[in-house]
């Protein structure tokens, strides 16, 4: 396996990968930005390939100003890449162990960490999913494929629906595991949620507060119940525009054949979420992993691999 880092404006996204080959030449408009890859010593190996050219690439879009993505690639013999987008506050790296079995079977694996996550670089202002499509669809780009699997976990699962309708001739197959993308009617620790993002800092200000900011914080975020948010750190505002889109509308353009993965004890994107999908998507099967929470791929990297793998051949 090895890492890449594609600087887009100055900015970066890493990812791992098995693909080994050239940058193509991209266009979004006016204005132009370099890019260069390079290969990066991996924390979980160093690649042996030394081959692959390091070249100026020229691409540009709104959304993407100031990027650099870090991937990662491994080489695989299958013809359509696989891509899989990590879910909210992880990594590329929580997927290595499922991509090490996808590569062993010949399947190439394409992992970035989306920007704010890993070893990316953090968005210049607040993304919202759409700009997490634009990032993933220059990426494509440049990497030079036009049409590949896509794989998203919980919030990589959110880029992966608006992705797929979108750009339903891009993806061959759609597989979401444990995907976030319905927004049920607020509960009551959402609403102190949205409350601690508007005043959170007026209250840390006040002086009985001032002395023990960040614990008074914390202890705001988990009154309000979400985890997700208290990581998030420069990514919050991010995370409350990423939460507040309902997909649901995109759900029955959904062309790709689709295969939805949850466990049945998932309290984060809970199983109902799935049998929503399950009947919006027109093209789609759901299996369910007993026992297994939301973090499949830690959980049951394996049956993971062997249920994907599966779905693919």
């Known amino acids: 396996m090895i890492t890449r880092r594609i600087l ?3 900015i970066s996204v890493v990812a791992s990968m098995n693909i080994y080959g050239t940058l193509k030449k991209t266009n979004f408009g006016n204005e132009n930005a370099k890019i260069r890859a390079k290969i990066l010593n991996n924390d979980k190996g160093v690649s042996d390939e030394n ?7 020229i691409t540009s879009n709104a959304h993407l100003k100031e990027r650099f993505f870090e991937v990662s690639k491994m080489r695989g013999t299958q013809s359509v890449p696989v891509v899989i987008l990590h879910g909210w506050g992880s990594n590329r790296a929580s997927w290595l162990p499922v991509m090490k079995i996808l590569d062993s079977q010949g399947f190439e694996v394409i992992a970035p960490d989306l920007p704010g996550f890993g070893e990316s670089d953090f968005p210049k202002k607040p993304w919202n999913v759409q700009n997490y499509v634009d990032c993933v669809t220059a990426l494509l780009e440049t990497l030079n494929l036009k049409k590949v699997i896509l794989l998203g976990h919980s919030f990589g699962g959110r880029i992966c629906i608006k992705f797929s309708h979108q750009y339903p001739e891009k993806v061959q197959k759609l597989i979401l595991v444990a995907s976030a993308g319905i927004k049920h009617p607020p509960t009551p620790k959402m609403k102190i949620l949205s409350l601690v993002a508007r005043f959170g800092k007026k209250i840390v200000a006040i002086p ?6 960040s ?7 988990r009154l309000a119940g979400s985890r997700d948010y208290l990581v998030s750190g420069p990514n919050r505002e991010t995370f409350l525009k990423v939460i507040e889109e309902d997909l649901r509308p995109h759900l029955p353009k959904i062309l790709a054949q689709t295969l939805l993965i949850w466990g049945d004890k998932d309290l984060v994107t809970p199983l109902e979420d799935a049998k929503i ?12 992993f007993p026992g ?3 973090s499949i791929q830690r959980e049951a990297p394996v049956k993971l691999a062997e249920t994907v793998i599966s779905f693919l051949k």
């Open 215 to 221: 614990t008074a914080r914390r202890a705001l975020y």
């Open 277 to 288: 999908m399950k009947s919006a998507i027109p093209d789609s099967e759901l299996v369910i």
């Open 292 to 294: 297994i929470h939301h």
């Open 208 to 213: 009985v507060f001032g002395l023990f900011a």
């Open 8 to 10: 887009i404006n100055g």
């Open 51 to 57: 081959t692959i050219d390091e070249r100026e690439n």
